[in-house]
């Protein structure tokens, strides 16, 4: 009996110390409010939201420590409609994100769906607005955020130099080029500065033809605000090129408030001339660590029958001027 006992004891022991080395963590956004559109051409549009600062959404991630600095790690993240119930990303069950990675001293690996490495630098670097609510950059930059099958590096930080590289498998027989995607980023971070060069090309379904965007961007904190600035050269799958630029700003107000704004610039090199601008200002006030309340407004001025419209982080958007207020909150 004294057996049994023992074997049941060290049985229950090592399953902590075994859990003790793995987690699980369960994760969200819930995000909400009023939207307004204006400048629709089918008349002006008043609408509950979902996902307007920043994606609504039900995530999953975990670790495992494997010893010697090798950790295991995952993602599972669902998109929300909060405002109907229905799920996002086109119904995707995981449609945000979905992969399986191990990382340690050398970098880190993953593979599934992932965020591209030139949509992180656009998101998390260059706006202000973070790819959120009505003046998010994304209404006038080429976006390219996931990327089906992706096969991820990040490097190690050396000196204030890293790398992020990303190929994404087309998965057509006999032509492995037909579908693919390539990606990656070099970054330079030091203090205040941050500067990142990103590349995106993606190949259309015969490997005749890719889009391509090539993007140099920059932040720099000063005592009293936040600078960013960005510079795409872009060309589509019928090879037309453009080019996209953006200023912008993160003020502090007070202890608990931000101010942001920026200026970008589409300049459609075509015989078209389909060029556009847009003005966005914006306003996050933090009620507490997880939730705060915003508002913003931005608006678009196209040209020569330029159809660019405001949206915000999840939605394409319908008109030309677009007005926010919600509340979001992290948990």
């Not at 075994?18 to 409010?33: E, I, K, L």
């Not at 629709?40 to 307007?52: C, M, P, Y």
């Not at 032509?175 to 330079?188: F, H, L, P, Q």
């Not at 605000?225 to 589509?236: F, G, I, M, P, S």
Request: proline share 2%; aromatic share 8%; glycine share 14%.
């Amino acid at each position: 009996m004294k057996k049994v006992a023992i074997s049941i004891l060290a049985l229950g022991l090592t399953s902590t110390a075994a859990m003790a080395q793995s987690s699980v963590t369960v994760y969200g956004v819930a995000d909400v409010g009023l939207n307004l559109s204006r400048g629709t051409g089918a008349g002006n549009l008043s609408s509950i939201s979902s996902g307007i600062a920043s994606g609504s959404r039900l995530g999953f991630k975990g670790k495992e420590d494997l010893g010697n600095g090798l950790v295991a790690n995952f993602a599972l993240e669902s998109g929300i409609s909060m405002d109907s119930g229905a799920s996002g990303q086109g119904g995707l069950t995981f449609g945000r994100q979905s992969w399986v990675g191990l990382s340690g001293a050398f970098g880190a690996v993953a593979v599934g769906r992932q965020y591209s490495p030139y949509y992180k630098a656009l998101r998390d670097v260059a706006d202000p607005f973070c790819d959120g609510l009505a003046g998010t950059a994304a209404n006038l930059f080429v976006g390219n955020t996931r990327v089906d099958n992706m096969a991820g590096y990040t490097s190690p930080v050396v000196g204030g130099f890293s790398a992020d590289l990303a190929y994404g498998f087309g998965e057509t027989a006999g032509d492995s080029a037909k579908n693919r995607t390539m990606g990656a980023s070099g970054t330079y971070a030091n203090g205040p500065l941050t500067v990142i060069l990103a590349h995106h090309q993606k190949e259309n379904a015969l490997a005749n033809a890719h889009t391509r965007n090539t993007m140099l961007l920059a932040r720099y904190k000063f005592d009293i605000l936040t600078a960013h600035v960005a510079h795409a050269q872009n060309r589509d799958i019928a090879g037309n090129a453009s080019k996209d630029s953006l200023i912008g700003l993160t003020l502090p107000v007070g202890a608990a408030g931000r101010f942001i704004a920026s200026a970008v610039l589409h300049n459609d090199s075509s015989a078209q001339d389909r060029d556009a601008r847009q003005f966005g200002v914006g306003y996050v006030y933090s009620l507490s660590k997880r939730s705060d309340v915003y508002t913003a407004y931005s608006h678009i001025n196209n040209r020569n029958g330029a159809t660019f419209k405001v949206g915000n982080a999840t939605e394409s958007g319908t008109g030309t001027t677009g007005i926010n207020l919600g509340l979001r909150h992290v948990f």
